[in-house]
Nanobody
């Protein structure tokens, strides 16, 4: 059974930093498609970043501020978030796709999801 467990969320002031972690169990993150999504109150869930065989994608709103990375030894996905803005406030989810199913930002194509971790950025 696949489990993805996020941690690292919290409350910070604008300009601050947070690092989100997503520990995977029952799933090997190496060479698989994994992503971070977020959902703000009243808004649809959106893709933030994804990583696959070393290739990364970032939403335009976070490019240059957020960095997605993997620690294969720890089987953990990270999202380093710098220069945080109030508009980054959302519930953040990590997600993973089955091997061989490609990689993109369509949330409907992700097979496994974590429970989410809240990020709140105050001005």
């Amino acid at each position: 059974q696949v489990q993805l467990v996020e941690s690292g969320g919290g409350s910070v002031q604008a300009g601050g930093s947070l690092r989100l972690s997503c520990a995977a169990a029952g799933y090997t993150i190496s060479n698989n498609c994994m992503g971070w999504f977020r959902q703000a109150p009243g808004k649809e869930r959106e893709a933030v970043a994804r990583i696959y065989t070393g290739s990364t994608y970032y939403a335009a709103s976070v490019k240059g501020r957020f960095t997605i990375s993997l620690d294969n030894a720890k089987n953990t996905l990270y999202l380093q978030m710098n220069s945080l803005k109030p508009e980054d406030t959302a519930m953040y989810y990590c997600a993973a796709r089955d091997r061989g199913s490609g990689c993109g930002t369509n949330e409907g194509r992700y097979n496994y999801w974590g429970q989410g971790t809240q990020v709140t950025v105050s001005s």
